[in-house]
């Protein structure tokens, strides 16, 4: 079955200690990208990236990183991890994010419900 | 600034009747706008595409309308069922420079829908 697969569901941790959420699809996908979600304010894209080895930052990048050595996997590294980075995360990827290429639709995760105490 | 506002915030309606969502949007240039449903706790899943040159696209009971001179799309649902109750977020995708950056997604912050019986 085509997807994205984020983990964990659910994390709750303590400020400051640095935590990863995984991403895999198994589609092939170019572009993949982290949105985190909070009320009120809709998605937010957070760190995209057009291709392996290929990453650029987003509307809200502070206090994230992330990596693309692989096609398949973009994961969300959060090194020092704060309150106001509690949120719920959704990793998405499309076959293409190029120009000339807006009619590939985005496939969403499940989701990942971040709570930092 | 690129915004996407829907209205309105939430609605409750009854089983079986329809209702219409709307989203108004500012992104220029504009390359074409998706609607999506996304359960409570779920990633996003895509309803409708609507590009520039398209006015009216259905999907099963689920119909977009776009007026790409307006700025406007709405989408009517019709014949409501309890599992219709969900956010219904509109993500309208703008053309990136070709200087790079990939094709841009705002979105908008959902409208709250609950069927109820």
């Known amino acids: 079955e085509a997807q994205v697969t984020q983990n964990p569901r659910y994390l709750i941790t303590v400020t400051g200690k640095k935590l990863t959420v995984t991403c895999s699809q198994n589609?092939?996908?170019?572009?993949m990208s982290w949105y985190r979600q909070d009320p009120g304010l809709g998605l937010r894209q957070i760190y995209y990236s057009m291709n392996v080895e290929v990453t650029d930052k987003g509307d809200v990048p502070e206090g994230y990183k992330v990596s693309r050595k692989e096609k398949r996997n973009f994961p969300l590294i959060l090194e020092s991890p704060s309150p106001n980075q509690t949120s719920l995360y959704f990793c998405a990827s499309s076959l293409s994010a190029r120009p000339g290429q807006g009619a590939w639709g985005y496939t969403f995760g499940s989701g990942t419900r971040l709570t930092v105490v | 600034k690129n915004q996407v506002e829907q209205s309105p915030q939430s609605l409750i309606i009854l089983e079986g009747k329809n209702c219409t969502l709307q989203?108004?949007?500012?992104?220029?240039?504009?390359?074409?706008l998706r609607w999506y449903k996304q359960d409570t706790g779920r990633g996003p899943v895509s309803l409708t595409i609507m590009t520039f040159s398209e006015n009216t696209k259905s999907n099963g009971r689920y119909t977009a309308t776009l007026d790409a001179d307006t700025k406007q799309s709405s989408l009517h649902i019709t014949a409501s069922q309890l599992s219709d109750s969900a956010s219904y977020i509109c993500v309208v995708r703008g053309v990136a420079p070709l200087t790079g950056g990939g094709n841009k997604l705002t979105f908008g912050t959902g409208t709250q829908l609950k069927v109820e019986l």
């Open positions: 589609m092939n996908h170019e572009y």
């Open positions: 989203c108004n949007y500012t992104v220029s240039p504009f390359s074409n």
